[in-house]
């Protein structure tokens, strides 16, 4: 059974960073790509940025390019959503995400991405939530 266990959330002052993590398990390949997602309270749920497990591309939206990092640590199974220069806008609840389709899963995540809310995507953590106050 794929699981995918977000953790990192929690309560930061606007200016300040947080470090997410979104560990996965149970997957019956390697080649997969795994994306964070976010979802603010009343609004849709927009992509925020994707990784590749196989060589590391990454994928970024304009909201968090040159403030937020993804990473990945294979031996650990874990992705790293490192989120610096947090605003207020930047709060909702985070979401990892994970898209299977061999040979083409980080294409088919940033599809989703830029097409709207990430639907599709094969399986979803539970989330954590990223609160930055001003």
């Known amino acids: 059974e794929v699981q995918l266990v977000e953790s990192g959330g929690g309560l930061v002052q606007a200016g300040g960073s947080l470090r997410l993590s979104c560990v996965a398990s149970?997957?019956?390949?390697?080649?997969?790509?795994i994306g964070w997602f976010r979802q603010a309270p009343g609004k849709e749920r927009e992509g925020v940025s994707a990784i590749s497990r196989v060589d590391g591309s990454t994928y970024y939206a304009d909201s968090v390019k040159g403030r937020f990092t993804i990473s990945r640590d294979n031996a650990k199974n874990t992705v790293y959503l490192q989120m610096n220069s947090l605003q207020p806008e930047d709060t909702a609840v985070y979401y990892c995400?994970?898209?299977?389709?061999?040979?083409?899963?980080?294409?088919?995540?940033?599809?989703?991405?830029?097409?709207?809310?990430?639907?599709?995507?094969?399986?979803w953590g539970k989330g954590t939530l990223v609160t930055v106050s001003s």
């Open positions: 995400a994970a898209e299977t389709s061999l040979f083409i899963a980080l294409q088919r995540i940033i599809a989703a991405m830029q097409g709207g809310t990430g639907g599709g995507m094969d399986y």
């Open positions: 149970g997957f019956t390949h390697d080649d997969y790509a």
